[in-house]
């Protein structure tokens, strides 16, 4: 299956375990980039703000065409229990071009299973598969587990 990994990291926990994805299983990899960095409190502030309306904003050209793929796996990390804006804002761009789904979100500890539905309800396809790690299960290396389980779903 010819599989696309996108994803959007603010403070690199997503970069890593979609590096680590990226270990596992052949895809190409693409970070969402926005001009906008959402740097410190006030970039705190307004991401969760956004987030929780469910706005999206802009973010640069994608590298890759995913209508050339036939699976994109999407990471995001939790924000205010949805998927981040750069994410939706991809979602949005793509809306009618998603292939099968596959995604995945980190958070410090709540969100998981709400981020995940955000997700799969909003490009309205049910994922094929689907992970979420906590802060904790990336400082105790359980993260790789769940990255194991979860390359054997989408192979
Ligand atoms: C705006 C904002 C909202 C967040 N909301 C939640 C939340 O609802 N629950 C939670 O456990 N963590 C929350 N977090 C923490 C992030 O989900 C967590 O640190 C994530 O792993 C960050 O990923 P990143 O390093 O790839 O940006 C939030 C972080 C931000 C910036």
Known sequence: MKTLLV?????????????????SIECDIEEIVEK??????????KSGY???????????DSKYKISNYDLLIIGTPVW?????????????????????????CTTNRSGIENTIEDMGNYVNTTPLASFGVK???????????IIEKF?????
């Open 80 to 104: 205010a229990g949805k998927m981040s804006v750069p994410v939706r804002t991809y979602l949005k761009k793509n809306m009618n071009k998603i292939p099968l789904l596959a995604c995945f």
């Open 151 to 155: 390359a054997l779903e989408v192979i």
């Open 135 to 145: 802060s904790s299960d990336i400082k105790n290396g359980t993260y790789k587990n």
């Open 50 to 60: 956004q987030a929780s309306r469910g706005k999206a904003e802009h973010i640069e």
């Open 7 to 23: 994803y959007y990291s603010r403070t690199g926990n997503t970069r890593k375990i979609a590096n680590t994805i990226s270990e």
């Open 36 to 45: 906008d960095k959402r740097k410190g409190i006030i970039g705190y502030l």
